[in-house]
């Protein structure tokens, strides 16, 4: 069994930063992509940032300088400075997972954490 639990959502006002991060835990035997996605109200679920097993990261275009994605062993976070009030969503994180007794890895999501940014 694998889970993703993230941590770290919250209320904040416009022009602040939050953190959020996320822990995989399980069984683990490799840990390709994580990223995070997020979706507003109303609004498809759109991915946020990714960063690769090897360090390369991608961002999209409506964070791009304000948001950070990074990664340490099983975690992964996000740093989300200059906040804006269409920022607000509930956030997942994401894994492409292989299990130990597996021969291919498998999308895996968190449970969510909502950011809200008041303007």
């Known amino acids: 069994q694998v889970q993703l639990v993230e941590s770290g959502g919250g209320l904040v006002q416009a022009g602040g930063s939050l953190t959020l991060s996320c822990i995989a835990s399980?069984?683990?035997?490799?840990?390709?992509?994580m990223g995070w996605y997020r979706q507003p109200v109303g609004k498809q679920r759109e991915l946020v940032a990714a960063i690769s097993g090897g360090g390369r990261t991608n961002y999209a275009d409506s964070v791009k300088g304000r948001f950070t994605i990074s990664r340490a062993a099983n975690t992964v976070y996000l740093r989300m400075n200059s906040l804006k009030a269409e920022d607000t969503a509930v956030y997942y994180c994401?894994?492409?997972?292989?299990?130990?007794?597996?021969?291919?890895?498998?999308?895996?999501w968190g449970q969510g954490t909502q950011v809200t940014v008041s303007s």
């Open positions: 399980g069984n683990i035997f490799s840990i390709n992509v």
């Open positions: 994401n894994a492409l997972i292989q299990r130990a007794s597996a021969v291919r890895g498998d999308d895996y």
